[in-house]
């Protein structure tokens, strides 16, 4: 009995060896910051498979391509009395599909970072004016140009508020996700620049600092936001949190293995 669990343990050690370069499952979670309109950040969570490091092998995270898996909606009131016109905000979001790679030239790997090929956060803003619902809205998109610019990619996306020019003008500056320390600057009505920041991180399982994709690992990335409306300017981030986890069948087999070692252990600890 011990054999065959010894036996399941290393079967499962190998699948889970030869699944790296192909695919591994993770759970995550997609946030936005306040936006100014509330305490708290906007967070969306899913669950999804995510192809690592291309037909490579390893346990070195050098490449990770995801395709969505994180979808959600939020509507918030809008409460600064300069908006007065303005009812509230909905957000609806959806993570896109691109592939997060090193940057050029490479960083050491005790140094590791990635960005993004193309991986934008798709969705829109929506200012909801006038009426309540949304019955009439200002839609900003996330993304612009076939998904070339906006959040996660980088470039300008602007909407005027209303038809026959004047109005509202809002825009959205969007950069590349880093897992490094990302920075936004944003004017005040009083002239000042204010510079934000903020950093991602990875580390491997059991608090490993190393750049794992076994099971147990996990990194987060930024993106900042800077966001215009008339004159008044917003600074904030978006942040992706992966979390790789086992794969249902492995984590069962596992078990099993685990499972038929301790009653194997028990048995012979019996008098």
Not at 33 to 40: I, K, P, T, V
Not at 66 to 83: C, K, M, Q, R, V
Not at 206 to 229: D, E, H, N, R
Request: proline share 6%.
């Amino acid at each position: 009995m011990r054999l065959v669990c010894l036996a399941l343990l290393a079967a499962w050690l190998g699948t889970a060896s030869a699944a790296r370069a192909a695919a591994v499952a993770w759970a995550g979670t997609l946030s936005l910051g306040d936006l100014g309109l509330s305490s708290s950040p906007l967070e969306f969570s899913g669950t999804a498979v995510a192809t690592v490091n291309g037909s490579g092998g390893g346990i070195h995270l050098s490449a990770l391509r995801l395709a969505g898996g994180i979808t959600g909606s939020a509507t918030f009131p809008l409460t600064d009395p300069e908006n007065a016109t303005l009812l509230s905000l909905r957000v609806e979001v959806t993570l896109g599909t691109g592939t997060l790679t090193p940057f050029a030239p490479p960083a050491p790997p005790a140094q590791a970072q990635l960005t993004q090929a193309t991986l934008p956060i798709r969705g829109r803003m929506r200012f909801c004016v006038l009426f309540p619902g949304c019955v009439a809205s200002v839609p900003l998109s996330f993304t612009a140009h076939q998904g070339q610019s906006g959040v996660g990619i980088g470039g300008l996306v602007t909407v005027d508020g209303f038809a026959k020019g004047g109005g509202l003008a809002i825009s959205l500056r969007g950069a590349p996700w880093t897992i490094r320390t990302a920075s936004v600057s944003v004017t005040t009505s009083g002239g000042d620049t204010v510079t934000l920041t903020s950093a991602g991180w990875i580390h491997g399982p059991y608090s490993l600092t190393s750049s794992t994709v076994l099971a147990g690992g996990a990194l987060s990335l930024v993106t900042p936001m800077q966001i215009t409306a008339g004159a008044q300017q917003s600074g904030t981030f978006a942040r992706l949190t992966l979390r790789f986890v086992p794969e249902p069948g492995r984590l069962l087999l596992l078990a099993a293995g685990l499972g038929g070692l301790l009653a194997t252990g028990r048995s012979r600890t019996r008098p």
